[in-house]
Every structure is written in structure tokens, then in C-alpha cells.
């Protein structure tokens, strides 16, 4: 049998994305394993869900390292790890450009609208401000831009009336869990 196609998952945070992910392996819906999940925030949630699970975490702090050095750390440890795809699931840091060369590609990260709109952070207060009807996520290669790498999958997510930054990001949040997986799929399909 075909060792399973490796995913490394970079999370600061809940970790909500991580764990559908998970959830879709579990399922027998993705076919990959979550090789390690790293996340730069020793509180980050998401961790937790690791040990539950008993997924390989690590905490790797960032604060007060070099951006260069502490990436050249990152991706060391991603392959010592053997990871074949890099996954972006909440991690609040942007990637030095060495770091993005380490895996062409290869790096894929979910945002919370549709990109080109509103990138950057709060990406739904920006759509309400904006007064937009329709939003979404993407699930994007990383390049050296912030959110501006190809795009691989969007989905659209209507903005009702009455609509507050919780209550949008909960329904956008709900099509980024499918989202990601299918575009994890659809990645590992292209380079098997
Ligand atoms: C998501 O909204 C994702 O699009 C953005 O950060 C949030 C992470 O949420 N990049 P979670 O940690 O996956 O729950």
C-alpha cells in the first residue's frame, strides 16, 4: 500500500480548521495522515485537539526570534517530519520568502473571504464595512504576497441582514471546513 500523503499543519490559535481536517481523514473522506501539527503559540486551543487525538504537536514560540531564523527552524522541523503539503490553518505570521521556497508549491493557507477582497486581518469586519451581500473563503498557494497567491477553491457565503462579525464568521467558518479538505483533496490528486 502507498504510504499516505503527509500533511504538516500550522495553527496559532482554536484550531478549528486542523480538526475538520482531521475530522475528514477520520471519515475516510481526505486520504492523507497529519504528520505534525506546530504552533507558535504555546496556548494556542488547537493543541489540545492534537492530544486528543494523538496527532504529533509541537509548540515552537516565535516571539522574540528572527523571522529568518526562526522559519529556517520551521522548516526544518516540517522535514524532519517528512511533510508533502503545508497547511495554514489559523497561523497568525507571515512567511519569509525562504521559507516559501523550501516547499514550492507545496504551501496552502484558508482565508476568510473572497480573495482578491479583503485581505489581511478582519477580513469579515471588512465585509460588513463594505456592505458586500455575498462573501466567502479561499483556500490559496502561499506566495510572498499576503493572501494574493493562486487561488485553489472559494466558496460563496450570502451576508444576511442583521449580520455582526461573529455571526457571519461563524457561517463562513462552517464553508471553510469543507472547503479546505476539498482543496487539500484536489492538491494531492494533481501531484499523485
Ligand atoms: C479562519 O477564519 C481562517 O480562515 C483564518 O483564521 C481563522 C482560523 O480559525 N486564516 P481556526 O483556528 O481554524 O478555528
Redo the contacts with the bound molecule.
Keep these: 500500500m502507498p504510504e499516505k500523503r503527509r500533511l504538516g499543519i500550522l495553527?496559532?490559535?482554536?484550531?478549528?480548521?486542523?480538526?475538520?481536517i482531521a475530522d475528514h481523514i477520520s471519515a475516510g473522506e481526505l486520504d492523507a495522515t497529519i504528520a505534525v501539527v506546530i504552533s507558535n503559540r504555546a496556548h494556542?486551543?488547537?493543541l489540545q485537539i492534537a492530544h486528543e487525538r494523538g496527532i504529533p504537536a509541537l509548540v515552537r514560540p516565535s516571539q522574540g526570534i528572527v523571522r529568518e531564523e526562526y522559519d529556517r527552524q520551521l522548516a526544518a522541523e516540517l522535514k524532519t517530519h517528512r511533510v508533502d503539503l503545508v497547511c495554514?490553518?489559523?497561523?497568525?505570521r507571515l512567511l519569509s520568502p525562504a521559507f516559501i521556497q523550501e516547499f514550492p508549491s507545496k504551501i496552502l493557507?484558508?482565508?476568510?473571504s473572497l480573495l482578491p477582497s479583503f485581505p489581511g486581518l478582519d477580513?469579515?469586519a471588512q465585509a460588513l464595512r463594505h456592505g458586500v451581500k455575498i462573501t466567502g473563503?479561499t483556500v490559496h498557494l502561499v506566495n510572498e504576497e499576503l493572501d494574493a497567491g493562486p487561488i485553489l477553491r472559494q466558496a460563496a457565503v450570502p451576508v444576511l441582514p442583521g449580520d455582526t462579525v461573529d455571526t457571519l464568521?461563524a457561517r463562513?467558518?462552517k464553508a471553510?471546513?469543507r472547503l479546505y479538505s476539498d482543496a487539500i483533496k484536489a492538491v494531492l490528486a494533481e501531484s499523485a
Excluded: K, T, V
Design positions: 495553527i496559532s490559535g482554536r484550531g478549528s480548521n486542523f480538526q475538520a494556542a486551543a488547537g495554514l490553518a489559523g497561523f497568525m493557507n484558508i482565508h476568510p477580513a469579515q473563503c464568521s463562513i467558518l471553510e471546513h
